[in-house]
């Protein structure tokens, strides 16, 4: 089992920043990728961000494309995610997930751990 607690989230205006901690313990040996998802209200869970473990290979949405950065030390099994130039449209509560295989940012539900959660909100 893996277990994940989030932290960071908060309430900023847009253009600001934020940056979002994921401590990562349990079975953290067998964990392969790591990923930051958002679901804001009435919407799907989309995926944001994913870095892989073993050589830092990282994706993007889109929409956070040079505006989010995430990174992981295997050191503190810490997983961040950066987060410039905030737009309303970022407002969110934001999950880390993290999985033993290679699942894609485009599928929350191949991912089996999941951390709480922490919010994010942005106002114009």
């Known amino acids: ?15 600001g920043a934020l940056r979002l901690s994921c401590v990562v313990s349990g ?3 067998r964990v392969n990728f790591l990923a930051w998802f958002r679901q804001a209200p009435e919407s ?25 950065f995430i990174s992981h030390d295997n050191t503190k099994n810490m997983l961040t995610l950066q987060m410039n130039s905030l737009k309303p449209e970022d407002t969110a509560m934001y999950y880390c997930a993290a999985d033993h295989f290679f699942p894609g940012l485009d599928d929350p539900g191949s991912w089996d751990y999941w951390g709480q959660g922490t919010q994010v909100t942005v106002s114009s």
């Open 44 to 68: 799907e869970r989309e995926g944001v961000a994913r870095i892989s473990v073993f050589n830092d290979n990282t994706r993007y949405a889109d929409s956070v494309k040079g505006r989010f």
């Open 27 to 29: 079975d953290t040996g």
């Open 1 to 15: 089992q893996v277990q994940l607690v989030e932290s960071g989230g908060g309430s900023v205006q847009a253009g």
